[in-house]
């Protein structure tokens, strides 16, 4: 009878978040990087407390938490970037998506978990990425703004995910979309190039 309870299934909007570099600061001082994790833990408990979310899982450098709806999970995450703006050294990316969790003997699992921690990869340090998902559920909030990253293909996920980023409240905006740009430029300048070399010869 225990085992039925063991495994419970929810929708909920998922928070991933990450400290940037912090590889390196482990391999330079394996303490202090404990400490800054401490110290992450010790400003964002509270703030995800106040945003009514689930402190779920910590991975690492990298937390896991949970929301009943995709605003709180928005709203919280942008006061977590704000106030780790004045933190030294406490740079982090955070990734959020909308979907299904499962929660089994302790433990998180689910395909929209790993969805999420793939998008906060394309947020820019300090800044929040989010799925197109999450996306629709603020698009009828005014306060908060959003630019397109761009469609991108995530481990795992058969389907390219459309990606965009939080543009207002002075967060950091992505700058990934200038690179396609660059690129087709690029490629232009050397076609026309070889196309007058070719017609000189």
Known sequence: MSNQKISTKKLRAIVFTDIVNFTQMSADDEQHAVDLIDKQNEILKPIVKKHNGEWLKEIGDGLLLSFDSSIEAVRCSIEIQETLKDVDELNIRIGIHQGDIILKDGDVFGDDVNIASRIESFAPVGGISMSDKVHKDISGVSDIKTSFI????????EQETKVRCI???????????RFPIFAAYMCFFWATICFIFIVLL
């Open 150 to 157: 761009g469609h991108r293909k995530l481990k795992g996920v």
């Open 167 to 177: 543009s207002s409240h002075n967060l950091p905006k992505h700058n990934m979309n």
